[in-house]
């Protein structure tokens, strides 16, 4: 009797936490939604229920009872295209261009998620839900949890976008504290500092001036009523960011500010037997070259495509190279190419002796993960800050793409997978990132149950969260002060004055009377 009142117990108790969640992550990225994908998966296989509004639904409609995905696949991808991948071209000089494209698609793909049909109808639902993750590069999505009302957490798939440290509080320097927009890190010139310093001040004017934008917008799309974005960062009770500590550069976070570095690495799976083949008969190790999903080749100049193809035919090595189409025809029998591939599972095999990146954040954990040396070749966003964290850490080489010559590629790659520093040194980074006291996934899981179980986060929430930098240096304590000391000073200097013009009129009145 007493087993079945326990069992009985169990199972309300699990109904009791099944919780109603949903999800927006619009952004049109693979590599962005590959991060998002376990939460929701353990979510679902917790019992919750769970929808996503997604650019890349997992499932076919109906592919599990308590999953439902709002696919905006097409309209974001169609922003992509037409404002960012257009655009890459690889120069470090470039990058407050690109930044301005990346703010027009996250506008542009966000206002195109609030146009379907599926999104406007879960908007005007009577639906309750008990906690909203939300897309962190989206803040105006902060209007969906006011909506709702529900507690939220954003979700970021690298480190904090630039908008979510003065969101949550977190303490800014424009030269002290790395940022996922930096190009330079270490052992900067004046120079390198007033440059830094100049692309910061850029960067967060744009992102004032497009606030305004996106206020109207919200407007449209909300009604009137609905509160500025200044006004609806407030709703954000916790921000977890896919980074490591380390590799962030152990920047001081509040309390609900939650590292997952290493969220979105799955447990090793075989290759295909042509990929296993290959990789294991290739006795003097294999050369892995991939820009990623967001930077396509084709698009790139050929002159430098060429110089790709010539130092990769010279190599002693075999290449895998990955790139968006394979109707392209290399005479060397020594360079494979694949339109897709396991990245992580392909980096993991023995004979991998160097990965040729663009230096982006998941493809730097993977490497990571597997003890594969790196050449960085930065080409938009955040992968100047990753690759300069090569240097940093010695476990990699930076290249410069607009300054590419093929005695520099060919000097590099034979320098980096030669010299055995490079695996030594990224193999002992491997041992500091990965000696954590709970898997990244396990960890997000116990603080959305936390957010549950106390109906949002906000108690853990900085004193500095969301306030202007007016108000985070204390400007009107210091211009009373400055104007307090001037008065102070002005009073004081004309007090002298009168004293030394009293004793000088006296002094001269003495000598007067003497003389006299």
Known sequence: MKFFVVLLLVIIGDFVKSANILAVYPCPSISHQVVFRPITLELLKRGHKVTVVTSDPMYPKGGHENLTEIDVHDRSYAALKKYFVSHVTGSNW???????????????SFEELMKTKEVQDLINSKEKFDLILLESIYPQGLAISHTFKAPTILISSFGPYV??????????????????????????????KLTEFYNQLVIHYELKKREEIENDLLKKYFGPDIPSLGVLKNYADML????????????????????????????????????QQYLD????????????????LSLLPQNKIEIFENVLSQLPYNVIWKRDTESVFIKSKNVKIYKWLPQADLLRHPNIKLFITQGGLQSTDEAIT???????????GDQWYNVEKYVYHGIGQRLYFEELTEEKLKNA????????RYKDNIISLRSLMLDQPQAPLNRAMWWIDYVLRHGGAKHLRAPAANITWTEYLELDLMLFIACSFLILFGFTFSL?????????????????????
Do not use: C
């Not at 597997?370 to 938009?380: E, K, N, Q």
């Open 240 to 275: 977890f960011i896919n980074i490591h500590p380390v590799w962030e550069g152990n920047t001081p976070v509040p309390p609900n500010v939650i590292h997952m570095g290493g969220l979105h690495m799955k447990k090793p799976k075989k290759l295909t037997q042509d990929l």
């Open 413 to 420: 790659i034979l320098d980096v997978a030669e010299d055995n």
């Open 496 to 516: 002298l004055r009168i004293l030394v013009s009293i004793v000088s009129s006296k002094i001269k009145l003495d000598n007067k009377l003497k003389n006299e």
């Open 370 to 380: 597997a003890g594969v040396p790196l050449l960085g070749i930065p080409m938009l």
């Open 94 to 108: 470039d990058l407050l261009n690109q930044v301005k494209g990346i703010l027009d698609l996250l506008s542009v």
């Open 163 to 192: 908008d979510s440290y003065n969101i949550m509080g977190i303490p800014t320097n424009p030269i002290l504290y790395n940022h996922m927009f930096r190009q330079r890190l270490y052992n900067l010139t004046l120079l390198d």
């Open 281 to 296: 008969a290739s006795d003097n190790g294999v050369i892995y070259f991939s820009f990623g999903t967001n930077v396509q």
